[in-house]
C-alpha cells in the first residue's frame, strides 16, 4: 500500500490493518514450514508493510505533543 493512503487512515484503521498484516505474516510462514508456498515473495511484501505501518504509526505518535 502507497505511504500517502496509509498516512490518509485514521489510527484505529492503521492499527487494525497493522494487526491484520501481522496475521497475514504468521500465516504465510506457517504455510511456507507446512506446505510449498507459492509465492516466496508474498513474505517479503507483508514484512515491509509492517515495517510502513509500524514507522507511520510511530511518526504521528512523535508529532502529537504529551501533555
Same mark, same amino acid.
Given at each position: 500500500?502507497?505511504?500517502?493512503?496509509?498516512?490518509?487512515?485514521?489510527?484505529?484503521?492503521?492499527?487494525?490493518? +497493522?494487526?491484520?498484516?501481522? !496475521? &497475514?505474516?504468521?500465516?504465510?510462514? %506457517?504455510?511456507?514450514?507446512?506446505?510449498? $508456498? =507459492?509465492?516466496?515473495?508474498? +513474505?517479503?511484501?507483508?514484512? !515491509? &508493510?509492517?515495517?510502513?505501518?509500524? %514507522?507511520?504509526?510511530?511518526?504521528?505518535? $512523535? =508529532?502529537?505533543?504529551?501533555?
Amino acid at each position: 500500500m502507497k505511504v500517502s493512503k496509509i498516512r490518509e487512515m485514521r489510527a484505529d484503521e492503521r492499527q487494525g490493518e +497493522l494487526e491484520k498484516l501481522e !496475521r &497475514d505474516l504468521f500465516d504465510l510462514r %506457517t504455510k511456507a514450514v507446512t506446505e510449498k $508456498l =507459492e509465492n516466496t515473495h508474498l +513474505l517479503r511484501n507483508v514484512r !515491509r &508493510d509492517i515495517a510502513r505501518y509500524k %514507522t507511520i504509526i510511530r511518526e504521528s505518535q $512523535l =508529532e502529537r505533543p504529551v501533555a
